[in-house]
T-cell receptor, first 113, second 111 residues
Framework: EDQVTQSPEALRLQEGESSSLNCSYTVSGLRGLFWYRQDPGKGPEFLFTLYSAGEEKEKERLKATLTKKESFLHITAPKPEDSATYLCAVLGLANQAGTALIFGKGTTLSVSS | DVKVTQSSRYLVKRTGEKVFLECVQDMDHENMFWYRQDPGLGLRLIYFSYDVKMKEKGDIPEGYSVSREKKERFSLILESASTNQTSMYLC??????????FGSGTRLTVV
């Protein structure tokens, strides 16, 4: 069964204090790993898709990396506006006829000034 | 930009009512999904559809049904609302080219 585990559940940082969020996954044939940002009361907003081990993508202060077992979302010098819940999801060969994402429970990041 | 629009941001319904949640996407996506999101449980797939009039059960379909009569519209139906269906409901659509896009969500409270 495909599974996604995110850690930590919650993370508190000071502004400028870099850190990483972890997403561990087990999937039968990874077709893609997705990172989303979700603000309270809103729908998830797409950040990145990673397709193969070794791939990296960057956007502003965020950088996502992928290995065969996990993905990291690195946050460099975060600002208070980076506070949100970050969701990781996978799409595998055996997922629900191959189209539905399987989500982790998310990491809630709080950045204080 | 791809848009996925959910008809209501907030809904309050009574136990036993039949509830319709509507979702419309404007980019001709083949696939559409309904998830619910609860604290500590994350997003769980209720139903999805890969074509008009086609539907597949997700992980938690009990108490729900869906309808997709047109490609752009995917409706979630709570046949007889219960308090344990109080949740945030998220609709998404996807295509090979554009990935997955979510709506803003509907927060449903059943009293």
């Amino acid at each position: 069964e495909d599974q996604v585990t995110q850690s930590p559940e919650a993370l508190r940082l000071q502004e400028g204090e870099s850190s990483s969020l972890n997403c561990s996954y087990t999937v039968s044939g990874l077709r893609g790993l997705f990172w989303y940002r979700q603000d309270p009361g809103k729908g998830p907003e797409f950040l990145f898709t990673l397709y193969s081990a070794g791939e990296e993508k960057e956007k502003e202060r965020l950088k996502a990396t992928l290995t065969k077992k996990e993905s990291f979302l690195h946050i460099t010098a975060p600002k208070p506006e980076d506070s949100a819940t970050y969701l990781c999801a996978v799409l595998g060969l055996a997922n629900q006829a191959g189209t539905a994402l399987i989500f982790g429970k998310g990491t809630t990041l709080s950045v204080s000034s | 930009d791809v848009k996925v629009t959910q008809s209501s941001r907030y809904l309050v319904k009574r136990t036993g009512e039949k509830v319709f949640l509507e979702c419309v996407q404007d980019m001709d996506h083949e696939n559409m999904f309904w998830y619910r999101q609860d604290p500590g449980l994350g997003l769980r797939l209720i139903y999805f559809s890969y074509d008009v009039k086609m539907k597949e059960k997700g992980d938690i379909p009990e108490g729900y049904s869906v309808s997709r009569e047109k490609k752009e519209r995917f409706s979630l139906i709570l046949e007889s609302a219960s308090t344990n269906q109080t949740s945030m409901y998220l609709c998404a659509s996807s295509s090979r080219l554009y990935g997955y896009t979510f709506g803003s969500g509907t927060r449903l409270t059943v009293v």
